[in-house]
């Protein structure tokens, strides 16, 4: 059976809602859901009430990466009640719904309308709300736009020039949109070989960070690819949360979006 709810208190009249933060990307792949998680839980580490909204309604992947594959959202008053999970980052995702492997296959309104079910949920206390959204730039990030003014907008890309382009047409849409562009993050920066020690670049180098000076937006660091990355992702256990030498670059990364 579905745990009863703990009854959260009714949002006050004079309580505001969780300032937005969108982390976007212009196609998938480049790592903007293991972007968002750990920036969530390094921000949760910094002492930032966060939550994380996975807007990737038709490929979720936060339950998988915060560990919560396991739990159900219940609805309480109408709206749905996040998640906990143990990095001190409540989540909301389609997986808290559905059926584990279950596909979503709706069109545009019925997607805007989820969305909104996970950003009007009972995110009281939070301060702000990460927003993973899906790749492009499609209806969720239109509805995104229209009906939850971001107070900002994070775009992940690879240093790789086809990703690059794809991330100046997610810049373009959000300033279009009116949402400042906290800045890009280059992931996939950089590959150690774990034999040899040799450090090659897979996609490039430096490109993301060429790209923002080009597009005039702030440049936010960059984030090694590193096996550790992938399996503690697929674990469940962010690296964020973690001691490692990558925890650290998410804690430098979440210091400059608090700035
Ligand atoms: P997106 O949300 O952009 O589609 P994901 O976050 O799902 O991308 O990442 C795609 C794949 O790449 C996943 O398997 C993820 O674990 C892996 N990945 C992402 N960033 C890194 C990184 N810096 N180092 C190693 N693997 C990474």
């Not at 966060?50 to 919560?68: E, F, H, W």
Request: proline share 9%.
């Amino acid at each position: 059976a579905a745990p009863v709810p703990a009854p959260s208190a009714p949002a006050s009249p004079g309580s505001r809602p969780p300032r937005i933060l969108a982390v976007g990307s212009g196609k998938g792949g480049v790592g903007k859901s293991t972007l968002s998680v750990n920036l969530a839980v390094a921000l949760a580490r910094a002492g930032c009430k966060v939550g994380l909204v996975d807007a990737d309604i038709y490929g979720p992947s936060q339950a998988r990466l915060l560990g919560t594959e396991d739990r159900r959202a219940v609805a309480h008053e109408g709206r749905l009640v996040p998640v906990q999970s143990e990095w001190g980052v409540p989540v909301l995702s389609m997986a808290h719904l559905s059926k584990p492997g279950q596909a979503i296959a709706w069109r545009g309104p019925k997607i805007a309308g989820a969305l909104v079910q996970l950003v009007e949920a009972h995110w009281d206390g939070a301060e702000l709300l990460v927003i993973d959204l899906p790749p492009g730039t499609g209806d969720v990030q239109l509805t995104m736009l229209q009906r939850f003014k971001p107070a900002g907008a994070v775009i992940v890309s690879t240093p790789q020039d086809l990703a690059l382009m794809d991330a100046a047409r997610a810049v373009d849409m959000f300033e279009k949109g009116g949402v400042p562009i906290v800045g890009v993050v280059e992931n996939m920066a950089g590959y150690a070989c774990p034999h040899c020690g040799e450090v090659s670049d897979p996609f490039g180098a430096g490109g993301a960070e060429a790209a923002a000076r080009e597009m005039e937006v702030p440049f936010l660091g960059r984030i090694p690819l590193d096996i550790a990355i992938r399996r503690e992702g697929d674990a469940g256990t962010p690296t964020a949360a973690g001691n490692g030498p990558q925890a650290e670059a998410f804690a430098d990364l979440a210091r400059r979006v608090r700035d």
